[in-house]
């Protein structure tokens, strides 16, 4: 199969995922159930990168700062920048893509073939709408709350890391962090969360949906759906910054 196959497939995929689901209540249950598995199981994760991935930014910045006419508030506003515009956004919905999307292929793909989503077809029900469409608004409207939580996080992990190695201090820290700060940045960052989110979501229940064979197959698709949500936000990364940033 062609890769403009696969792109129709895929669009004609999202056509029917965003059908009126068939029961409130039913469709309700299962994005509660959605927001748990694919929001806050992955708080965890999500914190504990975000701090020392910024206290890693800041000790490089720190080491490689040692110009004594360079000001030691730039460790923070670099810290800030590469956070915020970069290492929030991107960098964890790559991390994102691995965990929920492996998750989320193997679990719709389970459900292939086992033939629970021909016997959800025979009874009526449309299974994309069922399946798929609580997975992305739990990733649509949970992620930007989980990105902005590691743009806090690792900020802070980077003024623990000065404080506690004594490379720079607290307030010069600070004092780079509120110099030059653009909101728009941050609209920016959350537009691309957005995005990411959209295609953490619906790429893998692509995979998931259309696998054909038994287990060895699922496993082979969740590893090209992790493969291919990777590449679509790295490029969706490159094109989003040439129009919002340029």
Request: hydrophobic share 50%; aromatic share 14%; proline share 3%.
């Amino acid at each position: 199969m062609g890769y403009l196959e696969h792109v129709g497939k895929y669009f004609m995929m999202l056509g029917r995922v965003f059908k009126k689901p068939q029961k409130g209540k039913v469709f309700y249950e299962a994005l509660i159930k959605e927001i748990d598995e694919l929001g806050l199981k992955s708080l965890g994760i999500i914190m504990f990168i975000s701090f020392f991935i910024g206290g890693v930014i800041a000790l490089q910045t720190a080491l490689n700062l040692d110009n004594p006419f360079i000001p030691k508030s730039l460790i923070g506003f670099a810290a800030k920048r590469s956070i915020i515009l970069e290492f929030a956004p991107t960098f964890c919905s790559i991390i994102l893509a691995g965990k929920v999307g492996s998750y989320i292929t193997s679990s719709i793909g389970t459900m292939r073939v086992t033939e629970q989503i021909d016997a959800l077809e025979v009874m009526g029900i449309n299974a994309l709408s069922h399946l798929v469409l609580p997975k992305v608004i739990a990733t649509v409207f949970f992620y930007p709350f989980l990105i902005s939580l590691g743009m806090f996080l690792g900020i802070l992990g980077g003024w623990v890391t000065g404080v506690l190695s004594g490379l720079f201090s607290g307030a010069n820290y600070i004092e780079g962090i509120q110099t030059d700060f653009d909101p728009f940045l941050l609209s920016y960052a959350i537009i691309k969360t957005l995005i990411f989110a959209f295609l953490i979501s619906t790429v893998p229940s692509y995979h998931g949906y259309y696998v054909k064979g038994g287990s060895i197959a699922v496993g082979k698709a969740s590893t090209q759906a992790v493969v291919w949500t990777t590449i679509l936000i790295v490029i969706a990364n490159y094109f989003l910054t040439q129009m919002l940033l340029t």
